[in-house]
């Protein structure tokens, strides 16, 4: 079974704070995603990383960068978080080459006061 | 950019009745269509996928077609059952599974 974890369900910082998601993966998948979910908005793609190291921009990079120095750990970084990023973060991984199905972590729930 | 259209945001049928949510894409280089159902508070999961060489893909009561011509996709729930009340994306990839477009959504209600 996949496993993907996020170090937070839950969490709650005040605007200007340095904030770190992080994200973890037991498959040795090779591609690793960040998203966030608002209502009526869907899923929308953050950063993605297909290999260590390796980062690519998503549709709405702008207040968030990424690191990946470890193939099963993928981070997102809030530089210094504002309310307009309170939201749903999700964290996914995949495997090239055998199935392009993402799976997800549960999810944290930022709130920028 | 590549988008992914969903409809309807939200659709409500009683128990038994079929339920069809529709989606388009843009990206004509797309080859690789998931569905994802989110359960309230939980992660989102694949339920069924489609690829750009087939047309029709089934699995006991959801099946999904696909007209590429038109840039159609669609996920078809017959038999509803509540346990079936969700949230459901589809999606469009393109080769190397590195980067899928999201739809917005649709919300199902299944009343018993």
């Known amino acids: 079974d996949v496993k993907v974890t996020q170090s937070s369900r839950y969490l709650v910082k005040r605007t200007g704070e340095k904030v770190f998601l992080e994200c973890v993966q037991d498959?040795?998948?090779?591609?690793m995603f960040w998203y966030r979910q608002d209502p009526g908005l869907g899923l929308r793609l953050i950063y993605f990383s297909y290999d260590v190291k390796m980062k690519e921009k998503g549709d709405i990079p702008e207040g968030y960068s990424v690191s990946r120095e470890k193939k099963e750990r993928f981070s997102l970084i809030l530089e210094s978080a504002s309310t307009n990023q309170t939201s749903m973060y999700l964290c996914a991984s995949s495997s090239t080459g055998v199935t392009d199905t993402q799976y997800f972590g549960p999810g944290t729930r930022l709130t920028v006061l | 950019g590549e988008n992914v259209e969903q409809h309807p945001s939200t659709l409500s049928v009683q128990e038994g009745d079929s339920a069809v949510i529709k989606c388009t894409y843009s990206d004509s280089a797309s080859n690789y269509f998931p569905w994802y159902k989110q359960e309230l508070g939980k992660r989102p999961q694949l339920i069924i996928d489609i690829r750009s060489n087939v047309g029709e893909k089934k699995d006991q009561r959801i099946a999904v077609t696909l007209n590429k011509t038109a840039k159609h996709f669609s996920l078809h729930i017959t038999e509803t059952q509540p346990e079936d009340s969700a949230v459901y994306f589809c999606?469009?990839?393109?080769?190397?599974?590195?980067?899928?477009?999201f739809g917005a959504g649709t919300r199902l209600f299944v009343k018993a």
């Open positions: 498959m040795d998948h090779e591609n």
């Open positions: 999606a469009a990839q393109a080769g190397g599974g590195f980067k899928t477009i």
